[in-house]
């Protein structure tokens, strides 16, 4: 997902490591599977609060203009915290505010005000961003350190399982028995409760765990005041992110909608609901394909490929009606499927002292999971659902730009060196 932070390095202060070692990297697993989990309801509660509060699509897409917005606004103070009170310690935090977010869900559908529904998606996402930041480094100090990429990668796969598992839940839960949603938003309330007592077992069962203590890791070098413009390709990586995380987040916003459509599928929000597991399912396939294929094939052309077609699909999509149309957009999800760490990793090459800076700035470029939603909106309100679809794929243009070009830019002063 787009919602895949860099953490902060950190080692383990002693050799020691827990008695039940496999018991604690399952329990951090189940981390990254709730907050992909999470963060895919949110397709499936887009278009269940536009028809409960008969909103726009400007005003529905505010549901992700709230939640990525939170990841931006709250990752740096999140970083600042952890360093004080210690990743164990954030882990549990970040599960305690997060099912705060969720138990926020029950007095909102009580008064019936979308901004409190709203608030309660930035509490929410506040508490993920928490654990995002206090939970990677564990995975890494679970074990020996040359292992640490599988764990690492083992994690990921199960987070794209809670994005594929999400739609059948939340179509279920929201949907169950209804072909519509006209008033009222009381549907919420018992699947987020549900996943706040969830939440609060696992901040539980964290708070008991014996897990190894983490410090940050002090790099000796000296800080580079080199200004990040002087790495262009750095720059084009940062709005390619931008882009990427905002085309795939607006697509799965808009995709039960999508399917609505008499003239695509005409399903009901249930049945689109649960064929969004398509298009995230197609990315976790995707991410298995990609890494075998990138080993022979240069990234940056895997890239350009994944966007062009990507692009394709969606304005083929947009030109057809029925299942052509509807699978044309689906199948999106596996070729988005290796954009976000090819891009993350074209764009940090090269940078030697200025890496840490430069993925700082790549992970506040994921604010584009919260804007490029909204213009989408803006553009489906004037020009049609249908026609805002061109908006991601724009987006795709550029992120095959980068692919061939962009990534090998290179400033004056890195020629001469």
């Known amino acids: 997902m787009a919602t895949e932070f860099a953490s902060k390095a950190a080692q383990v202060q002693s050799s020691e490591y827990p008695k039940n070692i496999g018991f604690a990297l399952c329990a951090l697993t189940s981390l990254f599977f709730m907050w992909g989990f999470i963060t895919c309801l949110n397709d ?3 278009p269940y609060l536009k028809g409960a509060f008969q909103l726009s699509y400007t005003q529905a897409m505010l549901v992700q203009f709230c939640f990525f917005g939170a990841y931006v606004i709250v990752s740096i103070p999140a970083g600042n915290l952890v360093s004080k009170i210690g990743f164990q310690k954030g882990i549990v935090l970040g599960l305690f505010i997060a099912a705060l977010g969720c138990v926020m869900f029950g007095p909102a559908a009580v008064i019936g005000l979308y901004e409190v529904f709203l608030l309660a998606l930035f509490v929410l996402a506040s508490g993920i961003t928490v654990l995002q930041v206090s939970a990677n480094p564990y995975v890494s100090a679970l074990g020996k350190p040359e292992t640490a990429p599988s764990r690492l990668t083992l994690t990921q796969a199960f987070n794209s399982l809670g994005t594929t598992i999400a739609p059948f839940f939340g179509a279920y839960l929201l949907f169950s028995g209804q072909d519509s949603v ?10 987020y409760l549900l996943l706040a007592a969830i939440l609060g077992v696992l901040a539980l069962v964290f708070s008991a765990l014996k897990l190894p203590k983490l410090v940050e890791s002090q790099d000796e070098r000296p800080k580079s005041t080199r200004p990040l413009t002087d790495h262009p390709h750095l720059i084009l990586g940062a709005i390619g992110i931008f882009l990427y995380v905002g085309a ?3 697509i799965g916003s808009f995709l039960v909608s ?10 009901n929000e249930a049945e689109a609901a649960k064929l969004i597991a398509y298009y995230w399912g197609g990315a976790m396939i995707g991410r ?7 080993q022979k094939i240069a990234g940056g052309k895997v890239l350009a490929f994944n966007a062009v077609v990507s692009m394709c699909l969606i304005v083929f999509a947009v030109n057809q009606t029925g299942a052509l149309a509807m699978w044309a957009m689906l199948a999106v999800g596996l070729f988005n499927s290796i954009m ?15 890496a840490s800076r430069g993925s700082g700035l790549l992970c506040l470029a994921i604010v584009g999971g919260a804007i490029i939603p909204i213009l989408q909106g803006l553009l489906a309100d ?3 659902l249908q026609g805002s679809f061109f908006l991601p794929a724009a987006c795709y243009i550029f992120i095959a730009y980068f692919g061939l070009w962009g990534c090998h830019k290179k400033s004056i002063k890195e020629i001469a060196q």
């Not at 976000?340 to 200025?354: E, H, R």
């Open 44 to 46: 499936i509660l887009i």
């Open 182 to 191: 006209s008033s009222g938003a009381e549907a919420v309330q018992a699947p």
């Open 248 to 250: 795939e987040v607006s």
């Open 258 to 267: 999508f399917l609505h459509q008499p003239s695509i599928a005409g399903l």
């Open 288 to 294: 298995f394909i990609g890494a075998a294929v990138m």
């Open 340 to 354: 976000f760490p090819t891009i993350f990793s074209l764009a940090i090459s090269g940078l030697g002292k200025d």
């Open 382 to 384: 004037n020009i049609g």
